[in-house]
């Protein structure tokens, strides 16, 4: 799996970061989606794809290998 994010749609809802705190965080001075790890391990996909489905901005891709 690869992540992508589109900052510039990130409306900064932060349900990526509730959802999968070990692939996106916020900034802190306008609380835009960062992208912690673009190659999650196993474990932390159905996040990453629960957060992508949950973005109010559809900032999140998901790239399936």
Same mark, same amino acid.
């Given at each position: 799996?690869?992540?992508?994010?589109?900052?510039?749609? /990130?409306?900064?809802?932060? +349900? /990526?970061?509730?959802?999968? @705190? *070990?692939?996106?965080? +916020? #900034? *802190?001075? *306008?609380?835009?989606?960062? %992208? %912690?790890?673009?190659? @999650? &391990?196993?474990?932390?996909? *159905?996040?990453? #794809?629960?957060? &992508?489905?949950? /973005?109010? &901005?559809?900032?999140? #891709?998901?790239?399936?290998?």
């Amino acid at each position: 799996m690869k992540v992508e994010v589109d900052v510039p749609k /990130c409306v900064a809802s932060g +349900q /990526c970061v509730l959802i999968a @705190p *070990d692939v996106f965080d +916020q #900034r *802190d001075e *306008d609380g835009m989606v960062v %992208l %912690l790890d673009e190659t @999650p &391990a196993p474990e932390l996909h *159905d996040g990453v #794809r629960e957060s &992508a489905m949950v /973005c109010p &901005a559809t900032a999140i #891709r998901v790239l399936e290998s």
